[in-house]
């Protein structure tokens, strides 16, 4: 006999499906971000000081970083995909295994870092094998807000990657 479900049954079914530890609904799991969203409500995605030509000098590129104006937690404890370019800070053989993702090409490197909450501290437990400083990258994982200091820069987000694989527009 043909079993026949309501629209209900079927939307109680999807919900105890979604509540099953491990269990995941992945039309609706991955919430893409853009480097903007990561600003508090009205805030420029890029500080004033840098959206000019910035100078290039020996001073130390970590003390000009502009101070955060704060960290969005909408999305602590989601799967989330953005794109960045990669500065690696910790290897495994060739592979990449901790990295910044910044927002534009330079950042931290040879310009001014920009505020913590335009940085994400990204882990993969896979190395991945980047082509080269500040390679353009999606990366998608486990997002979430976290203080962290590293010598190039403080940081105001973390992610850890599930998967990262090489910008496409």
């Not at 903007?36 to 409500?41: N, S, T, V």
């Not at 890029?46 to 909408?74: C, F, K, M, N, W």
């Not at 290897?91 to 490197?109: D, H, K, N, R, S």
Request: aromatic letters at 8%; charged letters at 15%; hydrophobic letters at 45%.
């Amino acid at each position: 006999m043909p079993v026949s479900l309501s629209r209900r049954d079927l939307a109680l079914g999807l919900l105890a499906a979604a509540a099953l530890p491990g269990a995941r609904l992945h039309a609706a799991a991955t919430t893409v971000l853009e480097w903007r969203d990561l600003m508090p409500e009205g805030e420029q995605a890029l500080p004033p000081a840098l959206q000019g030509l910035v100078e290039h000098d020996q001073s130390d590129l970590a003390a000009q970083q502009p101070i955060s104006t704060g960290v969005r937690t909408d999305w602590n404890g989601e799967t989330v995909q953005i794109s960045g370019f990669i500065i690696p800070l910790d290897y495994e053989g060739t592979g990449v295994t901790a990295f910044m993702l910044v927002p534009y090409v330079g950042a931290c490197i040879h310009v001014p870092p920009p505020p913590a909450n335009q940085l994400i501290f990204v882990t993969t437990e896979t190395p991945y094998e980047a082509d080269g400083l500040f390679e353009a990258v999606t990366v998608t994982g486990m997002f979430g807000t976290a203080a962290t200091a590293t010598q190039l820069a403080d940081v105001g987000y973390a992610l850890s990657a599930d998967r990262i694989e090489p910008y496409k527009r």
